[in-house]
């Protein structure tokens, strides 16, 4: 792992529709069960000694989506945020909404600020939810604001974070999970992934848990990380 503290682990919930349509029930049945897992692998995360956990929740292309089946998953985002914003205090979370606010209802964005507001002091992990969010966009976002003597990896890499509201900045993602069978990133942190490793699961998000978090970390511990390099025993 890249140091405790610093070790990014994201995730892209994928499956909860296909969950609820194997038991007959509609599809935002899944997302209030995929919520419940959301919940499980937080604290878990915490336990496993994550620094960063980056959680896909919802991407512009989610906007394609019939309203009914929009407005359950930014409702759920709301509860989310009402219901365990406190708990994460408690557990030394902090919360940072990513992605564009421009879009979403007032409402919606005032309890990201609310919540971002009141775990701004937690160390123990940072917790980042991925709402509208489009990697493509940002990296043209970034791209506008940036200007030509300011072109440097790390300048555009802040430029990048300013787009996306990521406060604090967090580093490169380490591991990338996908759940759900589907191998594919849907523009999802196209730039922060330039080194990850991946990992799919076939597993749907509402049941993915602790254990196969576990198994993902497992796997991940037995990566041999090269960042184009040669390992110097082989030099
Ligand atoms: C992931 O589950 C949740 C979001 C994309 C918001 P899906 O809703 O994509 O579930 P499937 O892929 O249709 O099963
Ligand atoms: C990616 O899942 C988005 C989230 C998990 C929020 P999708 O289900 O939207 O992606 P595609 O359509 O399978 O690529
Ligand atoms: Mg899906």
Redesign the pocket.
């Known amino acids: 792992m890249s140091g405790a503290g610093n070790f990014h682990v994201a995730i892209?919930?994928?499956g909860n529709g296909r969950w609820a349509q194997l038991r007959g029930l509609p599809r935002s049945a899944g997302h209030v069960q995929g919520a419940k897992t959301v919940r499980r692998i937080v604290e878990a995360s915490a336990r496993a000694g994550i620094g960063t956990l980056t959680l896909?929740?919802?991407?512009s292309?989610?906007w394609g989506r019939p309203g009914q089946e929009v407005d359950s998953l930014l409702h759920l985002l709301q509860c989310y945020l009402a219901g365990e914003t406190r708990r994460c205090v408690r557990n030394g979370v902090r919360i940072n909404v990513i992605g564009r606010r421009d879009r979403l209802p007032s409402s919606l964005v005032r309890s990201i600020e609310h919540s971002e507001a009141l775990t701004a002091h937690c160390i123990r992990m940072q917790l980042r939810i991925a709402v509208d969010y489009s990697a493509k966009h940002s990296i043209l976002e970034a791209a506008r604001r940036a200007s030509c003597n300011q072109l440097s990896v790390q300048a555009f890499q802040h430029l990048l974070a300013e787009v996306d509201h990521s406060v604090p900045e967090s580093g490169p993602v380490d591991l990338l999970i996908r759940t759900g069978g589907?191998r594919?990133l849907?523009d999802f942190l196209l730039w922060d992934c330039a080194y990850a490793e991946l990992y799919f699961t076939d597993r749907l998000w509402p049941d993915f848990g602790e254990a196969e978090l576990n198994a993902a970390l497992e796997d991940f511990a037995g990566r041999e990380r090269r960042f184009g390099k040669v390992l110097a025993e082989t030099a």
């Open positions: 892209i919930m994928d896909y929740a919802f991407s292309d989610n589907e594919r849907s």
